[in-house]
């Protein structure tokens, strides 16, 4: 199917898959094969900041419990630890350790690799351009339900 023919979502979709699958791929030759789907997803909120289950849960859309069970078997391989809110010590916190940082840089390096085989194949300029136009506004999901 051309790719006018194809919706934006779909085309994006099957991009994501491609890259995702590629660096899952190369995952374990970072020492990280444990490391699941669930999991990669937690630990792109977690690399923005230290985050709470409620939150994790609902910027994830999955409860609580799949969010606590994702992030006490990350505990377990060393990368994410929970620690006390300081301003509220009734929220638990999750955020990366040592471990966990070193790893998100290394997968940091795979994406900025992957980013370089892209452009080789597609052009420096067409990355340059794919990620300014995917970089702009889109408008938050309250106003694009509204609009």
């Not at 792109?44 to 419990?65: D, F, K, T």
């Not at 929220?91 to 990366?96: M, P």
């Not at 290394?106 to 300014?132: F, H, P, Q, S, W």
């Amino acid at each position: 199917m051309s790719a006018a023919r194809q919706t934006l979502r779909n085309l994006l979709m099957s991009r994501h898959e491609l890259l995702y699958d590629r660096a899952f791929a190369t995952a374990a030759d970072y020492g990280y094969g444990d490391v699941t789907p669930a999991m990669a997803r937690l630990f792109v909120q977690v690399a923005r900041g230290p985050i709470s289950i409620s939150e994790l849960a609902r910027r994830l859309a999955i409860s609580r419990q799949s969010v606590h069970e994702t992030v006490s078997i990350a505990c377990d391989l060393g990368l994410v630890e929970l620690v006390d809110e300081p301003a509220d010590r009734r929220v638990r916190i999750v955020r990366f350790t040592p471990s966990g940082k070193r790893m998100s840089r290394a997968v940091l390096a795979v994406d900025r690799r992957m980013e370089r085989e892209l452009a080789r194949r597609i052009g420096a300029r067409n990355v340059v351009t794919l990620k300014r136009l995917l970089s702009l506004d889109w408008g938050s999901e309250e106003r694009q339900r509204a609009g």
